[in-house]
């Protein structure tokens, strides 16, 4: 996959979160554990109608009936906690503590080893602003002095990978989209999302020897195993 070139160092960095920072997967399992333990204590019988794989499942029917909350996952997560509540019997109101326990864990992310230090080099060379779909909230996680804001998906409306969501990003940093380098894991989401949308894009891929999709049209400036690498190339750009 031929690379390519910046004419000029970005004006701004956006930077996606979940499985970019952190691998997100293992914090929602732990998370959907607590929550499961949590319902065995104040709502017996929906832990007993629904193990962490049947919740998991009451949540893809809900995001499938409701297609127009695609963009907020907590909405998604409620609801559906909310609905095997009821389907059980139980208080469908004890959603909404059952949810804040979920969010609390699902913050306690295993962080990729070099982020901190990465995060520190490239927030001190650039504004960076977390551009994500998810619900990770950067001042819990502890991340947020590396970032100038973050725009997500549940407060904007749509997420990545509408033009919109770029575009707006854009607006937020003050730059033109062909200004704004888009770092990130998900191909779809991110990279053909930003080459879409006029930004430059910057692919984290710590899969070894991972390609992109058959018939994939963005070409980003770098392909990287690592936000080190992607700091040392950023640091060759001419200033």
Sequence with gaps: MDAVSLARRPCALTL????TLWPVWPAIERAEAVLHDWLKAHAPATAAAFD??????VREAVGREHPEQAHDLSWLRQT????ALTHSGED????EPAFALFMDHR???????????ALAR???AFPVLALTNGNADLGRIGLGDHFVGTLGARSFGVGKPHAAFFHAACAQLGCAPDEVLHIGDDWALDIEGAHA?????????????AQPPAGAQARPWRVVADLTALADALDGLPR
């Design 16 to 19: 996606d979160l979940d499985d």
């Design 197 to 209: 949308a006029g930004l430059h894009s910057a692919w984290v891929c710590r899969t070894p020897g």
């Design 52 to 57: 962490t794989a049947a919740l998991r499942a």
């Design 80 to 83: 559906s906690i909310a609905r």
């Design 92 to 95: 469908p109101a004890l959603a």
């Design 122 to 124: 490239l927030s001190a």
């Design 107 to 117: 913050q306690r992310v295993d962080l990729f080893p070099e982020v901190v230090e």
